[in-house]
T-cell receptor, first 115, second 113 residues
Framework: GAGVSQSPSNKVTEKGKDVELRCDPI?????LYWYRQSLGQGLEFLIY????????KSGLPSDRFSAERTGGSVSTLTIQRTQQEDSAVYLC?????????????FGEGSWLTVV | SQKIEQNSEALNIQEGKTATLTCNYT??????LQWYRQDPGRGPVFLLL?????KEKRKERLKVTFDTTLKQSLFHITASQPADSATYLC????????????FGSGTRLLVRP
């Protein structure tokens, strides 16, 4: 597609429920990143993919968080048993390859509210 | 561990003046430093990238400097306009990996007409 697409754009869920956030990267981009941004805060790195593999999962806050990528394209971030502190904007980004000299292109984010 | 610091206080300037934002980092030597702009409710948008062996980079009204001795980058917007009002984020490659960008918390810029 023309840009990074994320869905849903907004999600309100009850504490304890599971949520899935989807990211469709720019066509041809092999690297995909997930970041989290809490209100008024900076971006917190969660995980990145090079192709379908995730060499660095160090930013995932807990074992309730998981992510997968299939076909080198779409990625899903899953949060199980959501807690109120999970409320944040979840930003996905992609780049031609996983290299810090590359620009990364962000989607508009999925706004998650846990009530 | 690596640390990236940006002024958390908003920078409030008059239209036409030059805005200067600061990004300081500690405990490592990044190969690249990038600046992004973020508008409320939107994802960050790339502005400029500067390499460790570059002192300065320009793009239209934007200028970035990179001082590896001071461990500091300055981001300048000349002839600022109200449309420049946004949050500006600096980002560096991670200390433990050159394959990811670590972001500062950003500085909000307000340009008064």
């Amino acid at each position: 597609g023309a840009g990074v697409s994320q869905s849903p754009s907004n999600k309100v869920t009850e504490k304890g429920k599971d949520v899935e956030l989807r990211c469709d990267p720019i066509s041809g981009h092999t690297a995909l990143y997930w970041y989290r941004q809490s209100l008024g805060q900076g971006l917190e790195f969660l995980i990145y993919f090079q192709g379908n593999s995730a060499p660095d999962k160090s930013g995932l806050p807990s074992d309730r968080f998981s992510a997968e990528r299939t076909g080198g394209s779409v990625s899903t971030l899953t949060i199980q048993r959501t807690q109120q502190e999970d409320s944040a904007v979840y930003l996905c980004a992609s780049s031609p390859e996983a290299y810090s000299g590359n620009t990364i292109y962000f989607g508009e984010g999925s706004w998650l509210t846990v009530v | 561990s690596q640390k990236i610091e940006q002024n958390s206080e908003a920078l409030n300037i008059q239209e036409g003046k030059t805005a200067t934002l600061t990004c300081n980092y500690t405990n490592y030597s990044p190969a690249y430093l990038q600046w992004y702009r973020q508008d409320p409710g939107r994802g960050p948008v790339f502005l400029l990238l500067i390499r460790e062996n570059e002192k300065e980079k320009r793009k239209e009204r934007l200028k970035v400097t990179f001082d590896t001795t001071l461990k500091q980058s300055l981001f300048h917007i000349t002839a600022s306009q109200p449309a420049d009002s946004a949050t500006y984020l600096c980002a560096l490659d991670g200390m433990d990996s050159s394959y990811k960008l670590i972001f500062g918390s950003g500085t909000r810029l307000l340009v008064r007409p």
